[in-house]
């Protein structure tokens, strides 16, 4: 009896650890995107400098000048597929888009669900105004009402600003930040929390009467996001960054976007 229990047990481990080897789903992200010849890119295309359309409806910005080049040097077409902010991890975990590269933050929540490149920006989240709104402080906006992007890193810098949140008579949700800051020029809300890149870059171009506030409600730093498994594929993008750090080509992408070199890539 005694042996039959042991052979059994050993029957029993070797059919469990059989089973874990095969719940274990190899790695062949980079293979797998080599064989396809496509290199999606999930964005929100109005996202200005970041990831864009220009006035001939043409999808640019500095992310977008990254990507094309490491899709470049992978030898792979480059796509950049618009998507529902609100919708991104989804559309990533379905197939539909190989990476998130848009501005996108790195937060602890995030990195236990994807996986993440090494940050490449650096950014804040901040109050935009309007010039003569009196709002000079984060306190100034009490009793205020105020715009974000729904699903953005915005949203959770007010959320865990909880002094903030509560000073705030309402808090407004637009799909795009370019929809909140025109209300915002109209009156239509007193301020929008959203990525100082971004609005630093819309209020120099468009000349809006904006400004922003220079208290920050948020650190943060802007990372490539792939599926968990797909670490192959990660690491590969991420060793082709630190090339184009290294060769000068960021620098020069950055020069073009924002007038001086403000990459993190290896640092």
Known sequence: ?????????????????????????????????????????????????????????NIVGYDIDLAKEVSKRLGLEFKAQPIDWDAKEMELSTGKIDCIWNGF????????ALSFTKPYLNNEQVLVVRNNSGIKSLSDA????????????????????????DSLKNIVFFKENVTALNDLEMGGVDGVVMDSVVAA?????????????????????????????????????????????????VEAISEKWFGRNISVIGK
């Not at 005694?2 to 059919?15: P, Q, W």
């Not at 933050?105 to 236990?112: D, F, G, L, P, V």
């Not at 009793?143 to 949140?165: C, D």
């Open 105 to 112: 933050t790195i937060t602890k929540e995030r990195e236990e």
């Open 142 to 165: 009490a009793g205020k009402v105020v715009g974000i992007q729904s699903g953005s890193s915005a949203q959770e810098a007010v959320e865990e600003n909880k002094t903030f949140a």
């Open 1 to 57: 009896m005694k042996k039959i229990a042991v052979i059994a047990l050993a029957i029993l481990a070797s059919g469990l650890l059989f089973s874990c080897k095969k719940a274990v789903k190899e790695d062949n992200s980079l293979e797998d995107i080599k064989k396809r010849g496509v290199f999606i890119l999930g964005l929100d295309d109005s996202f200005p400098p970041l990831g864009y359309r220009d006035e001939d409806s």
């Open 201 to 249: 870059f819309d209020i120099t171009v468009s000349s809006k009467p904006l400004n922003i506030v220079p208290e920050v409600l948020a650190n943060e730093a802007y990372g490539v996001a792939f599926r968990k498994e797909d670490v192959k594929l990660r690491d590969e993008v991420q060793k082709i960054l630190e090339e184009m750090e290294a060769d000068g080509t």
